[in-house]
């Protein structure tokens, strides 16, 4: 079984449309998602260089804790789905499970004890915690003083760099794992992973994601939509 992940990032980067054959519905979204969430890292990080004083934190709070937002709903969608992904013997295809032989499959429960230590959005919540913990000491103040600007600045480094280290690991370890369970024809993953079933406004996460992604990839947003 041969990783998934790399061809997905690859397709999602370049705009490419993605085919379900080469990659689940399931798949298709969280690279979406990852994506949009890589480029809004972005473009809040042109917020710290470019902006100034009260105008930087009104800015960089109301873009950040934008971007927090779909994050931790990221996070939560991806538990409650990959979870019950990984149940024993949930799936008449169980990736964990050798089909001849009916024992445990090996490679891949190594693969997920790995994914569940590196692939963890915890870490990743850590760092936005640490993010938020400056802006909240700075909020209020008209002046943004240089250390204190280089403070908000570094975090939000570690921050991205550790979400690009989380978004690699998951893409490369998962994306096979969720291809091989066949998941989105169990638990309609497909047509619900990116709608927030509690909210009021069930797809304010698919408008941001319109907002932050590249042209090609809302097209290719707006065509997997259509397939659900």
Same mark, same amino acid.
């Given at each position: 079984?041969g +990783?998934?992940?790399? /061809?997905?990032?690859?397709q999602?980067?370049?705009?490419?449309?993605l085919?379900?054959?080469q990659?689940?519905?399931?798949?298709?979204?969280? %690279?979406?998602?990852?994506e %949009?969430?890589?480029?809004?890292? !972005?473009?809040?990080?042109?917020?710290?260089? @470019?902006?100034?004083?009260? @105008?930087?934190?009104? #800015?960089?709070?109301l873009?950040?804790?934008?971007w927090?937002?779909v994050?931790?709903?990221? /996070?939560?969608?991806?538990?409650?789905?990959?979870?019950?992904?990984?149940? @024993?013997?949930?799936?008449?295809?169980n990736?964990?499970?050798d089909?001849?032989s009916?024992q445990?499959?090996?490679?891949?429960?190594?693969?997920?004890? &790995?994914?569940?230590?590196?692939?963890?959005?915890? *870490?990743v919540?850590a760092?936005?915690?640490?993010?938020?913990d400056?802006?909240?000491? =700075?909020? !209020?103040?008209t002046t943004?003083?240089?250390?204190?600007?280089?403070?908000?600045?570094?975090?939000?480094?570690?921050?991205?760099?550790?979400?690009?280290?989380?978004?690699?690991?998951?893409q490369?370890? #998962?994306?096979?794992?969720?291809?091989? %369970?066949?998941?989105? /024809?169990?638990?309609?993953? !497909?047509s619900?992973?990116?709608?927030d @079933?509690? #909210?009021d =406004?069930e797809?304010?996460?698919?408008?941001w994601?319109?907002?932050?992604? /590249?042209? +090609?990839n &809302?097209? *290719?947003?707006? #065509?997997?939509?259509?397939r659900?």
């Amino acid at each position: 079984m041969g +990783p998934l992940g790399g /061809s997905t990032r690859e397709q999602v980067a370049q705009g490419r449309p993605l085919d379900k054959d080469q990659s689940s519905l399931m798949c298709m979204q969280i %690279a979406l998602i990852h994506e %949009a969430l890589m480029i809004r890292l !972005g473009t809040i990080s042109m917020i710290l260089e @470019e902006r100034k004083g009260a @105008e930087l934190l009104h #800015a960089f709070e109301l873009a950040f804790n934008d971007w927090a937002a779909v994050f931790l709903f990221y /996070s939560d969608q991806k538990q409650k789905y990959f979870a019950r992904m990984i149940e @024993e013997d949930r799936f008449s295809n169980n990736p964990f499970r050798d089909s001849a032989s009916d024992q445990p499959n090996q490679e891949n429960r190594e693969l997920l004890a &790995v994914l569940e230590m590196k692939g963890s959005t915890d *870490t990743v919540i850590a760092f936005v915690q640490d993010v938020l913990d400056v802006m909240r000491d =700075e909020i !209020g103040r008209t002046t943004l003083i240089p250390r204190t600007k280089n403070h908000l600045r570094m975090q939000f480094i570690k921050l991205k760099n550790e979400f690009a280290d989380y978004v690699d690991v998951f893409q490369t370890l #998962a994306f096979p794992l969720i291809k091989a %369970a066949d998941v989105e /024809s169990e638990i309609d993953s !497909g047509s619900r992973f990116l709608r927030d @079933e509690e #909210a009021d =406004e069930e797809d304010w996460v698919i408008e941001w994601m319109r907002r932050n992604l /590249s042209q +090609p990839n &809302v097209q *290719t947003l707006e #065509a997997l939509l259509l397939r659900n």
